[in-house]
């Protein structure tokens, strides 16, 4: 199987791979030859290790950056959130982490639960192409999205416009209820933001090698440790297998 995956490498000897850079809690930092160092990164190093190949980075500010170099054959892996919409382009993993998504509201806002926020009226802004506004793109019946190109912009239209919620990940909101005093990180989720790693459909035999040292380092403890390393331990979480 190895045998067959190494073939399906577009430069023979190199694992090419994307990196969401958008995505503070997978990507902590950058090492001195500017490489991308975080939970992502070092889960796509092993798999490289495992293969006996050299790895090289390709950074995407955004998901739907990466998401897109995908159909310019400019990664062999992808490190990204699993979503129906981008599934019909690439085959992805099962998940080996994942975060909670949730709103920030302004102070005065009488929303107590996800429901509440889905009514005539609301606006809510979000990060483009994020997975969580994929979601609420097909799950909001009634609320209007306001889209940003990045997760700091969409806090500043979400400011500036006085907009009823801001949608994002729940540790990356917990950071922002400082930058605008009473506003408060709302209790729950409207969804669980699932991490894995997207392969070419074609590029089967590299999919199953991938598949399989998912599973293995959930279940030796691997992906657990480098949360741990990271100093990300209790913001992403090993994901379930369901």
Known sequence: MTQDALSELTIPGTLRVGINLGNSLL?????????PQGVAPDIAATIAGRLGVGVTYAT???????????????????????EPKRAEKIAFSTAYVEIEATYLVPENSTFQSME?????????????RAAFDLYLSRALKHA????AKSQSEAFDLFVAEKLEALAGLTPALNKRVKDLPGS???????????????????NTAL????????????????????IEEHGVKGKLQVASDS
Do not use: Y
């Open 27 to 35: 990507v902590t930092g950058a090492g001195p030859t500017g490489d």
């Open 60 to 82: 995407f500010a955004t998901p739907g950056e990466l998401a897109d170099a995908g159909d310019r054959d400019e990664w062999d892996i992808g490190l990204i959130a699993v």
């Open 116 to 128: 509440d926020v889905d009514r005539p009226g609301v606006r809510i802004a979000v990060m483009h």
């Open 144 to 147: 209007e999205l306001r889209r």
């Open 184 to 202: 408060r990180v709302m209790e729950g989720r409207f969804t669980s933001v699932r991490q894995a790693i997207g392969t070419k459909p074609g």
């Open 207 to 226: 999919q199953a090698v991938v598949e399989q040292f998912i599973h293995e380092a959930k279940e030796t403890g691997l992906v657990a440790a480098l």
